[in-house]
Every structure is written in C-alpha cells, then in structure tokens.
C-alpha cells in the first residue's frame, strides 16, 4: 500500500470523466487500496480515482462505519433532499452548503468483483453523491448558485496562483 499525491483544483484531471472499470484485477485493488490509505491520511469521508489522477470509476468512501471501496457506481434511486456543508480534499479550505438527495440506492462492484446495492441516507448518501460527481467531473463549487461563487471566487483564484509558481 501506499499514499498517492492528491490532485488539487485546478488539476485538469478534475475534470475528465473517469471510465468504467472493466476487470477487478490486482492493480485495481492495489489502487483500491492505496485509495483508501490516501483518504485516511488525508482525514477525509470519501476519495474518487480522479482526485489521485486516475480517470477510472473507482470511489473509496469511510464515513466511521466502515470502508466501502467501489468500481463504476452509479445511483440507481434517490429520494428527498437535504442541504449540508460540505467539504473536498481536491478544494483545500473551502466549505460549501450543497443541495443534494436524502436517500440513494447506490450500484456498483466491489473489490471482489461482486456487483452490490448499497442503501444510504444523510452523510453516506452525500459522500456517494460527491465521489460520483467527480467521476463525472464535477466539483462542489459547481453545485452552488452563482451569488455563492462570487464569494469562494478568491479562495480558488489563490488556488489557481499556487499552481502558476
Ligand atoms: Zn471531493
């Protein structure tokens, strides 16, 4: 095992849309794997591939209850909605209040290769909806009215500098 760097805003990988796993084989448990140590480290509830630089549909999520390592999930229901801050280890010091569902049914494979549905509500249910997101590319800071951008604008704009230096 070992910790993968982890991609910062604006990484362009960010925003390329990861593609389906097809075979569970050792080097995508082996990143599986280094996913999960990388989260821990990081002290976050949820990592996808994109955000070590891996354009695979893979998510490894731990909210205390748990590790839940997936390929290729997808909501396949949802019900409700709830408004919560959140936060992402690809967005260093930004908070923001996303809108997203209560409960999911999520779909996915896991690291046996065995396809499973996983029921879940509150803060599971959005770390799933997050990490799934980014397997699409999308971020946090797009799921936020454009008054709020206006006030993180500086926030990614230091950001965006970090990289220029
Ligand atoms: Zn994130």
Known sequence: MGKLELRIYPDPVLRGKATPVKDIDDSIRKLMADMAETMYISEGVGLAAPQVGSLSQLITVDIGKGLISLANPRIVESDGSEVMEEGCLSLPDIRLEVKRYKRVLVQGIDS??????????????????????????????????????????????????KVQR
């Open 112 to 161: 046996n290769g065995k396809e499973v549905f996983i029921e879940a509500e509150d803060l599971l249910a959005r770390v799933f909806q997050h990490e799934i997101d980014h397997l699409q590319g999308i971020l946090i800071i797009d799921k936020i009215p454009s008054a709020q951008r206006q006030l993180i604008r500086s926030k990614l704009k230091e950001l965006e500098r």
